[in-house]
T-cell receptor, first 116, second 114 residues
Framework: NAGVTQTPKFQVLKTGQSMTLQCAQD?????MYWYRQDPGMGLRLIYY???????DKGEVPNGYNVSRLNKREFSLRLESAAPSQTSVYFC???????????????FGPGTRLTVL | AQKITQTQPGMFVQEKEAVTLDCTYDTSDPSYGLFWYKQPSSGEMIFLIY??????QNATEGRYSLNFQKARKSANLVISASQLGDSAMYFCAMRRNYNNDMRFGAGTRLTVKP
């Protein structure tokens, strides 16, 4: 099993450009998440999807949109990239839909994004 | 609001010795879960161990154990018999029950010396 996969691994954008980060999981999980990791700040939740067809905002959603394409895939879109969005982006998935505290999240390898 | 604090930006340990990484949290919810993740230099986030707020015993997973002190709101990770491969960033995280917003601490960088 591949687990959680993300594409691309690296990306450089110019300010104002748009792009979509792709995430897929093969564990038949219901919930999927997008996080960003900035130096010294740990991970912060951008958006999540508790089930196919639903999405909700996390701690830092501004400047991002998401699409839960199907049960396997969850994409993150930057419509007009800004230097403040330079970060490492992680996708994660977990089995449950209800956000039970025992529900472990499993992470993809990350995408390192630089916005010039 | 829930908050996770890891007060040790960096820690050093001699190979084969034990090390404790500190984590304190703040929540008013009675039901929550605590997680530890390892992030090696390659960048991936690896799940290590989980502790539920109602669990009576401290969680253990191989060389990892969680020293859970509910009254002090602390969930320290203990790594026994450290190995060179344990050198990594370690993140503590908390998730309240029926809430998808998992909060992470800033992390502790552990270096294992030969």
């Amino acid at each position: 099993n591949a687990g959680v996969t993300q594409t691309p691994k690296f990306q450089v954008l110019k300010t104002g450009q748009s792009m979509t980060l792709q995430c897929a999981q093969d564990m038949n999980h219901n919930s999927m998440y997008w996080y960003r990791q900035d130096p010294g700040m740990g991970l912060r939740l951008i958006y999540y999807s508790a089930s196919e067809g639903t999405t909700d905002k996390g701690e830092v959603p501004n400047g991002y949109n998401v699409s839960r394409l199907n049960k396997r895939e969850f994409s993150l879109r930057l419509e007009s990239a800004a230097p403040s969005q330079t970060s490492v982006y992680f996708c994660a998935s977990s089995a449950m839909t209800s956000g039970v505290s025992t529900d472990t999240q499993y992470f993809g390898p990350g995408t390192r994004l630089t916005v010039l | 609001a829930q908050k996770i604090t890891q007060t040790q930006p960096g820690m050093f340990v001699q190979e084969k010795e034990a090390v404790t990484l500190d984590c304190t949290y703040d929540t008013s919810d009675p039901s929550y879960g605590l997680f530890w993740y390892k992030q090696p230099s390659s960048g991936e986030m690896i799940f290590l161990i989980y502790q539920g707020s109602y669990d009576q015993q401290n969680a253990t997973e191989g060389r990892y154990s969680l020293n859970f002190q509910k009254a002090r709101k602390s969930a320290n990770l203990v790594i026994s018999a450290s190995q060179l491969g344990d050198s990594a960033m370690y993140f503590c995280a908390m998730r309240r029950n029926y809430n998808n917003d998992m909060r992470f601490g800033a992390g502790t960088r552990l270096t294992v010396k030969p």
